[in-house]
């Protein structure tokens, strides 16, 4: 499936893979894609890094990363996603830490963490002493996050 996604047409707004098992980074194809406003991953990546380049995913508004079981890592440069208004983080128990990337991308206003690892929400947690968790710094400048152990509460 890796190489049919270099012949998407330059026209699509939005995408979701789904049991696809890509064993490539398929960042490297999607980043460029001119149109792309909505990117979704489903049970569909089979690797443990997801790097989103400089400049790369310019139009992404939402991405949404489901069941990702063996990513643990993902990686933003600066400048990468430049429009992202939402990520939705669902059930990617291997996943350690939010991205340090994430706190460039100033555009973003909506961040749901949804069955992530218990220790990578508490690190983004504010206590009730009011002090944020070690990764608090990367997402204090959005709007609203949801962190939840529920799967029902987000639309999609």
Do not use: H
């Amino acid at each position: 499936i890796y190489s049919s996604l270099q012949f998407l047409p330059a026209s699509l707004a939005k995408l979701t893979l789904q049991y696809s098992r890509i064993q490539q980074d398929p960042a490297a194809v999607l980043e460029q894609l001119p149109n792309l406003e909505l990117l979704r991953f489903i049970d569909s990546y089979s690797r443990s890094e997801l790097a989103c380049s400089a400049g790369g995913f310019s139009k992404p508004e939402t991405l949404q990363f489901n069941f990702l079981y063996p990513l643990d890592e993902w990686q933003i440069e600066k400048d990468a996603m430049p429009s992202l208004k939402r990520v939705d983080i669902v059930k990617i128990p291997q996943m350690k830490m939010i991205p340090e990337g994430l706190k460039l991308v100033t555009t973003l206003r909506r961040l749901n963490v949804i069955r992530l690892s218990n220790s990578s929400e508490r690190r983004l947690i504010i206590d009730e002493k009011g002090i944020g968790g070690k990764d608090f710094y990367k997402v204090r400048q959005i709007v609203s996050i949801s962190i939840s152990q529920e799967t029902v509460n987000l639309i999609w």
